[in-house]
């Protein structure tokens, strides 16, 4: 159990690698098979350098990674964001990493809002992110 | 070329509920990085649980949706309480709105999961822009 954390708490910056296994895996776990996804081919012929990560995948890496520092799987209350671009994960020896941050922007009797930021290099993978936790073992001081 | 507005506020339903298993939340986990043993889903769950129903919205012929010039714009869930294993989750998806945006669309879908009580579980919504199928674009 975590203390209940206060406005302007960050959580520590993580960073995830995700290789293109990480894609093809996350295909098979959500059922998403977009070619996008899984073939150059098709993702070369709508423009962009090649497979793409789903926005789901690195909505879903953030939000691991921020239930791990909250310590309760089940605390998210809402969760969502914008996709601010593509990112591509293509076929190489040096997977690209992602960095996740996320800064507390409210907090209400034991629930928690959060901002987050998922980074690859300078650019922002995803905009307005935001989670509301109900923060484990507040009870006393749920409203 | 546009998507057709007569859809608007047309719910679609999954044929069947969506069992929740342990090893379909395992694999999820794990493809997001995390723990073998999960009881609970994590919040991007929701996605998948919705996932029949939301193709049968986007895959309806009568919307004129183009799979190729399609991207995810952006997404969000609203939880009651946790997905956990054992849930029957059925899935509805609507079509909530769509606007033009320059030279594209925005289709917003809203989705509900109820559990085998008829409780709702979750709310989500999302969105899907549809490049270049405007009426104003050339």
């Known amino acids: 159990m975590t203390a209940i954390p206060s406005v302007g708490d960050r959580m520590p910056t993580c960073e995830v690698e995700v290789g293109r296994d990480s894609v093809i895996r996350y295909c098979g776990a959500s059922g998403d098979f977009n070619p996008l996804h899984w073939s150059d081919r098709v993702a070369i012929d709508a423009g962009l350098p090649g497979v793409i990560a789903h926005g789901m995948l690195t909505m879903g890496v953030a939000s691991r990674v921020l239930l791990e520092w909250c310590g309760d799987p089940g605390a998210v209350v809402s969760y969502r964001s914008r996709f601010a671009r593509p990112f591509p994960v293509p076929d190489e020896a040096e997977p690209p990493r992602i960095e996740i941050a996320a800064e507390v922007t409210a907090v209400e009797g034991d629930l928690v809002t959060v901002g987050l930021s998922v980074r690859q290099g300078d650019d922002d993978l995803l905009s307005r992110a935001e989670a509301q936790l109900r923060w484990p073992g507040q009870a006393s001081t749920a409203n | 070329m546009g998507l057709n507005r007569d859809l608007l506020g047309r719910i679609y339903r999954a044929e069947e509920p969506f069992e929740v298993t342990r ?84 289709l917003r879908w809203e989705e509900e999961l109820t559990d085998a009580d008829g409780q709702l579980v979750c709310r989500a919504a999302g969105t899907a822009v549809s490049r270049g199928t405007a009426g104003g674009a050339s």
């Open chain 2, 23 to 106: 090893g379909k939340l395992r694999e999820f986990a794990v493809a997001l990085g995390g723990e073998l043993e999960v009881d609970v889903a994590p919040p991007t769950f929701a996605f998948v649980a919705t996932l029949r129903a939301r193709r049968l919205l986007l895959d309806d012929p009568a919307l004129g949706l183009s799979y190729g010039r399609v991207v995810h714009g952006e997404e969000g869930f609203a939880y009651e309480r946790p997905i956990r294993v054992g849930d029957l989750l059925t899935a509805t998806a609507t079509v909530a709105s769509i606007e033009e945006r320059g030279a594209n669309e925005m």
